[in-house]
């Protein structure tokens, strides 16, 4: 099967519970977007399978899962998708939701996608995304939101590893967008920021055609 070098990509990028996965399941719904979630991924996994095992093993600590079995799961879930006709690389752009979270990730991320924009979903109330992660782990029933300890080293982790990964995409391309306002009005900041994007690709694609 032909897949272009790089998929066409935007990082929706931001602190747990900021709702990246809530915009993320939006955007899934407009064509030429396909919606791909590290966490889901994860979550689908077969728990007593060996990968959804170690999958519990780290996330239930609020740890992230190692750099090598994250790139390999993610990337064989994306060709999946694509064999599935659900993902179509050369017209669809890809909105990862979750990854990268480290800065070894976003470096063998280069080697697969061509990131186009960041959406950093930014809060300045860490309280309100502690409650958020509060009242969502008693309707998903998710072990790494359950106890205040391992929230609070989700944020740990958060500040350590995942914010350094800004650095590694040019100032340009960061759109910064306000996750405390409604979803629909956080949803309306992202599309302003993707709009141009979107039509510049699909021009393209035209053009080329
Ligand atoms: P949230 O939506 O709260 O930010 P996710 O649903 O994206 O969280 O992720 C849930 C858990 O899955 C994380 O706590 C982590 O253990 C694991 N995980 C998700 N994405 C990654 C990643 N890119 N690298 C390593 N672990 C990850």
Aim: hydrophobic share 40%; charged share 30%; proline share 5%.
């Amino acid at each position: 099967m032909s897949v272009p070098d790089r998929y066409k990509t935007i990082l929706l990028f931001g602190p747990p519970g900021v709702g990246k996965g809530t915009q993320g399941k939006i955007l899934a719904r407009i064509p030429g977007f396909f919606h791909s979630s590290t966490g889901d991924i994860f979550r689908n996994l077969d728990a007593s399978s060996e990968l959804g095992r170690i999958f519990f093993q780290y996330s239930s600590r609020g740890e992230l899962v190692p750099d090598d079995v994250t790139m390999r799961i993610w990337n064989q879930n994306v060709f999946a998708n694509t064999i599935l006709g659900l993902f179509k690389p050369y017209a669809d752009l890809l909105v990862l939701d979750g990854l990268p979270r480290s800065v070894n990730q976003a470096k063998v991320l280069y080697r697969y996608a061509d990131v186009l924009k960041v959406v950093h979903l930014v809060c300045k109330d860490k309280e309100s995304l502690f409650e958020r992660m509060r009242k969502r782990a008693m309707k998903e029933n998710r072990a790494d939101d359950a106890k205040p300890d391992v929230i609070r080293r989700r944020f740990e982790v958060y500040e350590n590893e995942t914010k350094p990964v800004l650095e590694f995409y040019p100032a340009e391309d960061v759109v910064e967008v306000d996750a405390m306002n409604s979803p629909a009005e956080v949803l309306h900041d992202i599309l302003g920021g993707l709009v141009k994007m979107q039509d510049a690709h699909f021009n393209k694609d035209e053009e080329a055609e």
